[in-house]
């Protein structure tokens, strides 16, 4: 049996990459595409590299317009997705690509985002303890922040395990995709090339609270999380690096092996999680396009620290990939259905 799938947001970068991926899924059909100000354009005309849909024509977003079909994907802008969605029935599975249900504190949605909460649906990270029992059979997901995915998968193994203390300090880059396709002129091709700036620094970051909630659910206790976002010239791609003081059990000499042993352990059988060979760094480059996450860990024996590093592509595994790959654990499908593991290069 094929499913309906409408994407709402089509004519933007993580709708884009959800009709990349969708466009090949063997269990879907693809419906409606919606859009704002690019409604009546064909596909072809925004997103000219989804050469199968370019003759299709963006239609205005509504509930009327999504409704009828069995999956709905929302890549929308933030604060559009709660009055969409409750006018969507339950037997339809929404997947919302944007950030109004991720969080599970309501007062930490306001102070990072200062509008009312609108809830909290199963979260779209299934390599998360939990996570997929969670998502099985759920007709409502909210897809994790890109920063939030490369970070959670760098250090969940070590907080799980009890290596490194609940205190986390994260430095990542991200590719000028992450803003969105309409973001200002700080964003121009002369302001970024050549150039790289951090911003939201001091905590001010709006996936600092969806750090803090991921690591701390898998810590089981408070972790606290020092994360500065740094804008990289480059369209695609989160490179992280993350580091947390070893707790005083974790031999800083030679305690490499008892790392590497349970990262090993934790991503042996996910089909998406890369621990990279010893020596081997992760890199944006290799996972272009690819619904991977390279993962590499190293023991810094004089700071006593474990530096763990992450590489995605924001709009594959960081947004669209998580999010057909959300889908396929709703539905009972395989999880790795629709989705590469390879990247583009060079
Ligand atoms: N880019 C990324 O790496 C990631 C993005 N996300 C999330 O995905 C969502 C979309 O992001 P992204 O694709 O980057 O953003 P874009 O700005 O590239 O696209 C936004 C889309 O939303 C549509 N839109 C804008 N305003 C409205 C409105 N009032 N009603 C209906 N549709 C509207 C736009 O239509 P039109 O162009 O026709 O006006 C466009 O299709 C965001 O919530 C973002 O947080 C999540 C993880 C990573
Ligand atoms: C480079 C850049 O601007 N990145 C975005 C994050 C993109 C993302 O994944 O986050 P959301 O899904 O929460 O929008 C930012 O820092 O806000």
Redesign the pocket.
């Known amino acids: 049996m094929t499913l309906r799938v409408a994407v ?8 884009g990459e959800i009709l990349r991926l969708l466009a090949s899924h063997p269990g879907v059909d693809i419906g409606v595409l ?6 009546g354009l064909t596909l072809g005309q ?1 997103q000219p590299q989804l050469t199968s849909l370019a003759g299709r024509t ?1 239609t205005e ?1 509504s509930a009327a317009a999504l409704g009828g079909h069995d999956i709905v994907f929302l ?4 604060g ?1 997705s709660g009055a969409l969605a409750r006018e969507l029935g339950d037997d339809t599975l929404v997947i919302d ?3 109004d249900f991720r969080l599970r504190d309501p007062v930490e949605w306001k102070r990072f985002y200062g509008t009312e909460h609108a809830g909290t649906w199963p979260y779209g990270l299934p390599e998360m303890p939990g996570a997929r029992d969670e998502l099985k059979g759920a007709n409502r997901v909210a ?1 994790p ?2 920063y939030p995915t490369a970070v959670t998968l760098a250090l969940s193994p070590a907080h799980a395990a009890r290596l490194v203390e609940p205190e986390v300090v994260v430095v990542a880059a991200s590719g000028t ?6 973001a200002g002129p700080h964003l121009l091709g002369s302001e970024v090339m050549g150039s790289m700036t951090p911003y939201g620094v001091g905590g001010g970051h709006r996936h600092t609270p969806e750090l803090v909630q991921n690591l701390s659910l898998v810590a089981g206790e408070p972790v606290t999380v020092s994360f500065t976002p740094t804008l990289a010239p480059m369209p695609r791609g989160i490179l992280a690096t993350c580091s947390a003081r070893l707790r005083p059990h974790v031999a800083a000499d030679g305690g490499l092996d008892e790392v590497r042993e349970v990262f090993e352990a934790a991503y042996a059988d996910e089909p998406f999680v890369r621990l990279l060979p010893r020596g081997q760094w992760p890199s944006t480059g290799a996972v272009l396009g690819s619904n991977t996450v390279q993962v590499q860990v190293a023991v810094d024996p004089a700071a006593r620290r474990l530096v763990c590093v992450s590489a995605i592509d ?2 594959t595994k ?2 669209a990939g998580g999010a057909v790959q959300s889908m396929n654990v709703a539905l009972g499908l395989p999880e790795g259905l629709g989705l590469p593991m390879n990247g583009v290069a060079p």
């Open positions: 709402a947001g089509a004519s933007g970068y993580a709708g919606a859009a704002h100000s690019s409604a925004v963006l977003t890549a929308l802008p933030h559009q690509c944007g950030a897809v922040g890109c995709s992450g803003a969105g396709r309409r924001n709009l960081g947004t």
